[in-house]
């Protein structure tokens, strides 16, 4: 079974910094998209950061770019998302995904992956 699991979140004051980590299994790391996506109370479910498979290439949200870095470490079947400057609208429940199927064009897009973590929470303080 494909399996993610998430963690890192916690509450940091506005400017701070938080790194998440997803913990993947069940599949070949290499063969799957793999993103980051945010839920903030209240508000629809969005993109973040993405890694594509089919590129290589990671990218990145508007609201994120410049703060955030997502990474992956292939030998530990482990994604992270590095976030830096922190602002209270970054305050959300953070999802890891992953999927085979999603190809570059999609990459952006949430119903796109049929594989989700749990969720971590980050609270951000003003």
Known sequence: DVQLQASGGGLVQAGGSLRLS???????????CLGWFRQAPGKEREGASWISSGDGRTY????????????????????????NNLKPEDTAVYYCAGDS????????????????????LVTVSS
């Not at 990145?60 to 976030?83: C, E, H, I, P, W």
């Not at 199927?101 to 971590?120: D, K, M, P």
Request: glycine fraction near 8%; hydrophobic fraction near 35%.
């Open 101 to 120: 199927t999603v190809i570059t064009s999609t990459v952006r897009l949430s119903s796109a992956y049929h594989n989700w973590g749990q969720g971590t």
């Open 60 to 83: 990145y949200a508007d609201s994120v770019k410049g703060r955030f870095t997502m990474s992956s470490d292939s030998a530990k079947n482990t994604v992270y998302l590095q976030m």
């Open 22 to 32: 997803c913990a993947a299994s069940g599949f070949t790391f290499d063969d799957y």
